[in-house]
Each structure stands twice: as structure tokens, then as C-alpha cells.
């Protein structure tokens, strides 16, 4: 069962088209017809869990937002990022190349990640912190600038 479909709103983002989307049916916090944010195509959020996109937060190229996952804000992901299990990115937080994240891991207030770099297990980034190259950060632990 699809669970949003793509509307005829649209936001370019380094000159690729995104489309908003609306809920077809409600779940968690979300409505039938509340508009989220933007995605490059259907493979971006996943119609399974209760996992969406908020605001004007975006997912492109082959970003993955599954289970129970949510970006807010101005989050945004490209690449082949991924994010699922409860995560959350909010307030301008980003994250590309291939970095994932997964079991409550939540970044905020432009934090980033990217390149192999993985978070996990309850971990958080804030305040312009990040991770790349393969770094990882897991088991409650928090990283600020």
C-alpha cells in the first residue's frame, strides 16, 4: 500500500528536480494530506513504517529513508546515504557519499556526515559536528563543536 504520493510541487536542488510529498493515508504523527518535504523519486522514502520526510527537508540521488525514520526541518540527504530504525536529522543537518545511520541516531543544528562514516546505538551529533571517512559513533556517545 502507498502510503504518499508525489505532488505537482517541485524544489530544485543542484540542478535536480524534487518533488513535495502528501500522505494518502495517515500514520504516526502524519495526517492523510499532510504535505512533507521533498524527495527525488518514490525510492527515496520508503512507503513501509512510519518513516517520512518533514517541512522542507529533502532526499535525492539514492538516499534512503526506511522504517521508522524521519528528516526535519532542512535535513538533507544525497548520495547513497541511509538512514532507518528510529533515526532522526533535524535543523540543517546532512549527510552523503555513503554514510548510515540507524538505532535512534540523531543529528541537529547542521551536522554532518559522510564518506563511509556510520552512527548508531542511541548516538547524536550537534553544533556543526562531524563524521567522515569511515568514522564511526555509537553507544550513546555525543559529538558537538
Given at each position: 500500500?502507498?502510503?504518499?504520493?508525489?505532488?505537482?510541487?517541485?524544489?530544485?536542488?543542484?540542478?535536480?528536480?524534487?518533488?513535495?510529498?502528501?500522505?494518502?493515508?495517515?500514520?504516526?504523527?502524519?495526517?492523510?494530506?499532510?504535505?512533507?518535504?521533498?524527495?527525488?523519486?518514490?525510492?527515496?522514502?520508503?512507503?513501509?513504517?512510519?518513516?517520512?520526510?518533514?517541512?522542507?527537508?529533502?532526499?535525492?540521488?539514492?538516499?534512503?529513508?526506511m522504517?521508522?525514520?524521519?528528516?526535519?526541518?532542512?535535513?538533507?540527504?544525497?548520495?547513497?546515504?541511509?538512514?532507518?530504525?528510529?533515526?532522526?536529522?533535524?535543523?540543517?543537518?546532512?549527510?552523503?557519499?555513503?554514510?548510515?545511520m540507524?538505532?535512534?541516531?540523531?543529528?541537529?543544528d547542521?551536522?554532518?556526515?559522510?564518506?563511509?562514516?556510520?552512527?548508531?546505538?542511541?548516538?547524536?551529533?550537534?553544533?556543526y559536528?562531524?563524521?567522515?571517512?569511515?568514522?564511526m559513533?555509537?553507544?550513546?556517545?555525543?559529538?558537538?563543536?
Amino acid at each position: 500500500m502507498r502510503k504518499y504520493k508525489l505532488t505537482d510541487e517541485t524544489w530544485t536542488a543542484n540542478g535536480t528536480t524534487l518533488y513535495r510529498i502528501e500522505a494518502l493515508i495517515s500514520f504516526g504523527d502524519v495526517i492523510v494530506g499532510d504535505r512533507g518535504g521533498f524527495v527525488k523519486c518514490e525510492e527515496n522514502l520508503s512507503h513501509r513504517g512510519t518513516c517520512w520526510v518533514y517541512d522542507d527537508a529533502m532526499a535525492t540521488d539514492r538516499a534512503r529513508i526506511m522504517d521508522d525514520a524521519a528528516l526535519h526541518g532542512r535535513a538533507a540527504m544525497w548520495g547513497h546515504s541511509a538512514m532507518w530504525e528510529h533515526s532522526d536529522m533535524y535543523n540543517y543537518a546532512s549527510m552523503w557519499d555513503d554514510a548510515s545511520m540507524w538505532d535512534d541516531a540523531a543529528m541537529r543544528d547542521y551536522a554532518s556526515m559522510c564518506g563511509h562514516s556510520v552512527m548508531w546505538e542511541h548516538s547524536e551529533m550537534y553544533n556543526y559536528a562531524s563524521l567522515h571517512d569511515g568514522e564511526m559513533l555509537r553507544g550513546q556517545e555525543v559529538r558537538s563543536i
